[in-house]
């Protein structure tokens, strides 16, 4: 099991599915969502009072289970350091090499 990690895409798409969040703030609630996502399949974390998360008790979702591979992708510096944080596989557009 993976799960691709998609932040969002343009601000006017974003807006048009109700989410008013800017570019890095976006990135800032997927990085927690990661957070409290790893945490919570693996049992680790008792509670998380987070800033757009807030969960209970956690019990673990799949007990002896490894957490997903996480596949992250994006280019801007916000992206980059989330995917680093929790990515274990850094996904990219077609890019040219001097933009890699």
């Not at 609630?29 to 919570?40: H, S, Y």
């Not at 998360?53 to 490894?66: D, Q």
């Not at 350091?81 to 596989?89: N, R």
Request: charged share 15%.
């Amino acid at each position: 099991l993976a799960l691709h990690v998609v932040t969002g895409s343009s601000r006017f798409e974003q807006r048009s599915l109700g989410d008013f969040l800017e570019h890095d703030e976006r990135y800032a609630r997927t990085a927690e969502f990661l957070q409290v996502f790893q945490a919570v399949w693996a049992g680790k974390q008792p509670a998380h009072p987070g800033r757009y998360y807030r969960s209970g008790i956690n019990t673990p979702v799949a007990p002896g289970a490894e957490v997903p591979a996480i596949y992250f992708g994006g280019a801007s510096e916000a992206a980059e350091q989330v995917g680093a944080a929790h990515g274990q596989t850094y996904l990219m557009w077609c890019e040219p090499p001097a933009m890699i």
